[in-house]
């Protein structure tokens, strides 16, 4: 970041008064004429002509940051900041290889789906093929996931696999065990299940993903890493390979017959509305744990979000006042939002309104089923009460 604001004020620096006397014999029309640029920059914005070509622009600084923030002197640097040490510090993501005995499940404060809750451990299960699945039950990446680690669990549970999910929460409200045993019980997850909610299996892995799925073979040690959506058929691959190693090759077929990728590259990202990770946001001042007017700004460029009316923005969340209302100008197929506390949330898009969400618990809410991929601008009416925690996209 210095040396890219430092190169063009050194540009600036060895060129600008060269460049400034080459262009004052041409200022009677410069001036005009950029003044002329400004203007119809700006009515292209007020008349929303700057969204097809925000969106047509490839993602190529993703690819970079991708680049930078997976290179293996991010990841030393990393672990040297947080403390992080042992085999999976530098596990390697793809690639079927032994990477040391994997670390022990720590911490957890609660277990779903075994024997009477009993605890579950790697020791208690050398002999299977483990795989642990670090999520969290409002992350509609890892929802996604869901069907194919049921799929497995069922199809080659009887060969010798056990699915663990690694329940290691985002948000507060994650954290209550009656929360967690509710959303266990509707997504019909039938695994086991713990909860991480001091994070140590979290650091004990070196983790850093929701989703991560880490697989263990038989000897106790972690053969394979995937991280986020997709590569199924690969994963899959892995598990009836660990199963063949030092036991009978699974006798049925594979459950998975073809890959889900899990977004286009232009699609909106993970948009938080607490003032900790609150970014792409357009429209007034934020004030922090206090009860502030917000006014909605005329335009919103794509991939951002406004507050209008009363809100209270806290950490992880933002508190619906009177007239509390929310505008986001997204790009995607499905909307999802984190919601809690009690009430009502009207939704509209591009002015008209689709229907109207009743909020009763602590969850993800799908607002938004549009079929493919599309431009639009979402706003929600709150009643007092509600709690916003983050926007999803599919």
């Known amino acids: 970041y210095a040396l890219g604001a430092a190169l063009p004020m050194l540009a600036i620096a060895l060129f ?22 400004v203007g119809l920059t700006a009515l292209a914005i007020a008349f929303g002509l700057d969204k097809p070509f925000q969106t047509s622009v490839p993602g ?5 940051q991708e680049r930078i923030e997976r290179s293996a002197r991010a ?11 042992g085999v999976l ?31 579950l451990s790697l020791a208690a299960l050398r002999g299977r093929v483990v795989v642990l699945d670090f999520w969290t039950y409002s992350c509609v990446n890892c929802l996604r996931t869901l069907p194919y680690l049921e799929a497995w669990d069922t199809a080659y549970r009887g060969d010798g696999l056990t699915i663990v999910g690694v329940h290691t929460p985002e948000f507060a409200f994650e954290r209550e065990a009656a929360n967690v045993r509710r959303a266990v019980r509707e997504l019909g997850v039938r695994y086991p299940v713990a909860q991480d909610n001091d994070y140590a299996t979290w650091h004990a892995y070196a983790n850093r993903y929701w989703p991560a799925k880490y697989f263990v073979d038989r000897r106790g040690h972690v053969r394979f890493v995937h991280f986020g959506e997709g590569e199924y058929e690969r994963s899959e691959e892995v598990i009836r390979a660990l199963l063949a190693e030092d036991g009978e090759a699974p006798g049925r ?20 509305l607490g003032f900790l990770r609150l970014d792409r946001y ?18 919103l460029p794509t991939h951002t979000v406004a507050y209008g009316g009363s809100w209270r923005v806290e950490r992880e969340r933002a508190v619906a006042g009177p007239r509390a209302r929310l505008r986001l100008a997204f790009h995607a197929r499905d909307v999802h939002l984190v919601l809690g506390g009690r009430g009502t949330v009207e939704v509209l898009l591009d002015g008209r309104r689709r229907r109207t969400v009743r909020v009763d618990e602590d969850r993800l809410y799908t607002l938004l089923r549009l079929g493919k991929p599309l431009d639009g601008l979402l706003e929600l009416r709150f009643t007092p009460g509600v709690e916003a925690y983050a926007f999803t996209f599919g």
């Open 282 to 299: 357009a429209g007034s001042p934020v004030r922090p744990n206090a009860e502030t007017e917000y006014r909605l700004p005329a335009d």
């Open 75 to 85: 990841d030393e640097e990393l672990g040297r900041l947080t403390g992080r040490s």
């Open 16 to 37: 600008g008064r060269r460049a400034a006397d080459a262009l004052r014999p041409r200022v009677h029309w410069l001036r005009p004429a950029l003044g002329a640029v």
């Open 89 to 119: 510090s530098d596990v390697a993501e793809g690639e079927l290889d032994d990477f040391g005995p994997a670390p022990e499940l720590a911490g957890v404060t609660g277990w779903l789906n075994t024997d009477g809750g009993k605890p």
């Open 253 to 272: 077929g594979a459950v998975v017959k073809g890959a889900v990728t899990a977004s286009g590259p232009h699609l909106t990202p993970e948009t938080y």
């Open 60 to 64: 190529y600084t993703e690819a970079l």
